[in-house]
Nanobody, 119 residues
Framework: QVQLLESGGGLAQAGGSLRLSCTVS????????MGWFRQTPGNEREFVAS????????YYADSVKGRFTISRDKTRKTAFLQMNSLKPEDTAVYYC????????????WGQGTQVTVSS
C-alpha cells in the first residue's frame, strides 16, 4: 500500500524557517506531480506549492511565492518544502499530496503535519 509520510512540522517564530519532508513508501507508483496544501480550522484546504516529477517545474500560491521552495529527490522518493520568512498566517496543517499517473487530480494524501508560527 502506498503511503505518504510527512515530517518536519512544528513551532517557529515569525521570520523563522521550517522544512517539511514527504516520503513515498510502499508500492512504487508513477506520478505527474507532488504538492503541498494547507488547511486551517473552518477553511477549505488550499494549494501551497507543487512540482512536476519529470521536469522539476514548480508552482506556488501567491501568498508563499518568494518565501517557500518546493523540491524533490527522485532517488529517495521524497519531496521537500523549505519555508522561510514564516508569518503567523502560515499557521496550518500542511498536507503532502501526489498526483498519480492515470488519476484526474491529486489522489494520494499524507496525514498532515502541524505548522505553528508565533508572532
Amino acid at each position: 500500500q502506498v503511503q505518504l509520510l510527512e515530517s518536519g512540522g512544528g513551532l517557529a517564530q515569525a521570520g523563522g524557517s521550517l522544512r517539511l519532508s514527504c516520503t513515498v513508501s510502499g508500492r512504487t507508483f508513477s506520478y505527474y506531480a507532488m504538492g503541498w496544501f494547507r488547511q486551517t480550522p473552518g477553511n477549505e484546504r488550499e494549494f501551497v506549492a507543487s512540482i512536476r516529477y519529470s521536469t522539476g517545474d514548480t508552482y506556488y500560491a501567491d501568498s508563499v511565492k518568494g518565501r517557500f521552495t518546493i523540491s524533490r529527490d527522485k532517488t529517495r522518493k521524497t519531496a521537500f518544502l523549505q519555508m522561510n520568512s514564516l508569518k503567523p498566517e502560515d499557521t496550518a496543517v500542511y498536507y503532502c499530496a501526489a498526483h498519480q499517473v492515470g488519476a484526474n487530480d491529486y489522489n494520494r494524501w499524507g496525514q498532515g503535519t502541524q505548522v505553528t508560527v508565533s508572532s
